[in-house]
């Protein structure tokens, strides 16, 4: 290939936000300055599950995993000196998808944008979030119309904008096999793609069927990642052929974005990261038939906390020098023809297409939603015991674990730290901003929306119009919780023992006996505060401590600290677990703590997990929690015998 016909680099991105959405455009403004091609903008949990910064359940999240956006007053903010015409804009954001948009577009005009020529991606994949993520509102089936409703509007006003993308990321995440990876998230597309048929013209649909794009995972057994990459291209080519008639080859490619595995990146000795996330990359870059249209790298430091610019620079750079210094992109698929490529991806479409055959016999992805979660906490539970049993081999892990202390970590603990006093200051200007906006024509706004959905309409025409009118994300929310419902996912941890005892039988002997003398079987609560979705951790304890013999109670995600408290209590509950990975586990488990002991069950011994730094380790343990657990602790069968101690009732002493 001659230095004319050289590929161009895909869209390099760095996801990002943070704190408010002041300083998430600085950072913005900055990475564009740096090389970054688009944005790729990270909400935080209030914002993706459809609270204002100042409801009860935002308490500690605001700004922590990504900006909050509660108006058009912040959305103006976030993209100020940002001409939106210009740019590819990635916003990963799903339950509030419609509203999130509508704020967009309504800045988009303010900016004097031709609507038509926007050009970027709304998550908007509700099925993997009940799945994996956790940040759904509604019903599986009125979140499908939510989803239609935006690809629907869209292809008729912003028709360069792909309304969706179809996540197989975080099932990887929730630790997918490729074969289900692959199935899961295709029976996702397709789900979506019949509903929209209905709403357009036969010779429109194909078009429409182009739309539509995936968001990718690629971890580090990179010769398998690549091939399944290829593997994704062949099978959407063979539906949208035989499910969907679409005959125009262009309209069948298979279009992704990738961020890489974030589930394989470690805490201890967190710099060999850096090799890790290169190595990703290139299962997504390497074959050209398969190559990604944007890409995204964490940092090294993420299993850590918050990385700071500098390590999002890092990450940046790394593809900048592949896609600039390399000559990778001078040539043709390098992998074409190689029988060991052409055999895994053969291997891995046909054990797809068995799983896809599954869901199918079930009725579609809708209706499987607890077949798939279930498979994947059994799929990441055999994970975690391959790297326990030393079957899979993570460096710095459960190998090669004596190094020299790391010199990126600084002084600064090697991560950034939002000001806790940026809660206020967001609810302050919130309250400013509900003070000062049209009442009346925010609730003639609301009044339009309610009324439309109430009639099966669109919602996104009333959605702009209320973004325009000064309405907030909690009151588009309520309107559609109102409407529709609220909805509770499947955990995938059932009830019953399982028959997984292999290796076991130590640690179930010892909770028989600390039962015995408790003179009931233990009873563990496991609960998440808070609005952090992302559940693995809390499955795969719940899992564990099922199979080891203890009475589990495990109701899934966004429980307040008051709902915990209160299950304790009607449970008997003999010890609390709480997982909590968005960084606000300081004010979640000090109003849980003064609750318990507020209700005299402050002897009753409270654990922690999630990515939390050493210093705050201490402070909870200075609370009174009895143990902190970070991604390090990977051996759940030592946390078992942990919990077993602490209820264990000491010994009588001999008279």
């Avoid at 000090?590 to 730094?613: F, K, S």
């Amino acid at each position: 290939m001659s230095e004319t016909q050289k590929d161009r680099p895909w869209l390099i991105r760095t996801y990002a936000g943070h704190s408010t959405a002041a300083k998430s455009n600085a950072l913005y403004r900055g990475n564009l300055a740096k090389g970054q091609t688009g944005l790729s903008v990270a909400f935080d949990l209030p914002t993706q599950t459809g609270y204002d910064s100042d409801h009860v359940l935002a308490r500690g999240e605001v700004g922590k995993v990504g900006v909050p956006v509660c108006h058009l007053g912040d959305m103006r903010t976030l993209f100020d000196q940002i001409p939106l015409e210009q740019m590819n804009t990635s916003m990963t954001i799903n339950a509030t998808a419609p509203w999130l948009l509508s704020l967009y577009i309504a800045v988009a005009e303010e900016q004097g944008a031709d609507i038509s020529k926007l050009q970027g991606t709304v998550q908007n994949d509700l099925i993997k979030e009940y799945l994996s993520r956790g940040t759904y509102i509604c019903p599986p089936k009125p979140s499908l119309k939510l989803i239609a409703d935006v690809a629907e509007y869209c292809y008729q006003n912003v028709p360069k904008w792909n309304p969706m993308n179809v996540c197989s990321y975080h099932l990887q995440e929730a630790g997918a096999t490729p074969e289900q990876e692959l199935a899961f998230a295709l029976a996702t597309a397709t789900a979506v793609l019949d509903e929209l048929r209905p709403r357009v013209s036969a010779e429109d649909f194909p078009a429409l069927v182009s739309r539509i794009s995936f968001f990718v995972n690629a971890g580090i057994r990179f010769v398998t990642e690549m091939c399944k990459m290829r593997a994704f291209v062949d099978l959407w080519d063979e539906i949208c052929l035989e499910r969907y008639g679409v005959q125009e080859p262009k309209y069948r490619r298979f279009r992704y974005g990738v961020q890489v595995n974030s589930l394989g990146l470690t805490e201890q000795q967190p710099e060999n990261n850096v090799y890790r996330i290169l190595i990703e990359m290139l299962a997504v870059t390497l074959s050209k038939k398969a190559r990604a249209r944007a890409v995204q790298l964490p940092a090294w430091n993420e299993a850590l906390g918050l990385p700071r610019p500098w390590d999002q620079q890092w990450s940046m750079r790394m593809q900048q020098i592949l896609a600039f210094e390399t000559d990778l992109l001078e040539y043709e698929d390098l992998f074409d023809g190689n029988p060991a490529v052409d055999a895994k991806v053969e291997a891995l479409k046909e054990g797809a297409r068995q799983e896809l055959a599954q869901l199918d016999s079930m009725g579609g992805a809708v209706s499987s939603i607890e077949y798939m979660k279930g498979r994947l906490v059994e799929s990441n539970a055999d994970r975690l015991n391959r790297i326990e049993k030393n079957e899979t081999i993570v460096v710095g892990v459960n190998k090669f674990q004596h190094g020299e202390p790391s010199p990126l970590m600084g002084e600064d603990g090697g991560i950034m730290v939002v000001d806790p006093a940026v809660e206020q200051e967001q609810i302050t200007r919130l309250n400013a901003w509900r003070a000062e906006r049209d009442e009346a024509a925010v609730q003639e706004a609301l009044a339009e929306l309610r009324a439309v959905t109430k009639e099966g309409g669109n919602v996104m025409p009333a959605s702009i119009k209320a973004a325009k009118a000064g309405a907030t994300t909690g009151e588009w929310a309520a309107e559609m919780r109102a409407a529709f419902g609220e909805y509770r996912g499947p955990t995938g941890v059932a009830r019953g023992v399982s028959n997984k005892t292999e290796g076991l039988d130590d640690i179930r002997a010892a909770v028989d006996a600390v039962s015995d003398k408790l003179g009931r079987r233990l009873k563990f609560l496991v609960g998440k505060p808070g609005l952090d979705g992302h559940s693995n951790g809390a499955e795969q304890i719940a899992f564990r401590a099922r199979d080891c013999g203890m009475d589990i109670e495990y109701e899934g995600i966004r429980l307040t600290p008051e709902e915990i408290v209160k299950a304790t209590r009607e449970d008997n509950a003999h010890v609390v677990g709480l997982s909590i990975l968005s960084g606000s586990h300081i004010p979640l488990v000090e109003d849980l703590m003064n609750r318990m002991r507020a209700e005299g069950l402050g002897d009753i011994p409270v654990v922690v997990g999630g990515i939390i730094p050493e210093d705050d380790a201490k402070r909870l343990l200075e609370m009174g929690v009895a143990k902190v657990y970070t991604p390090k602790d990977f051996e759940l069968n030592r946390i078992m015998m942990d919990i077993v101690a602490l209820v264990d009732p000491a010994p009588v002493a001999a008279e």
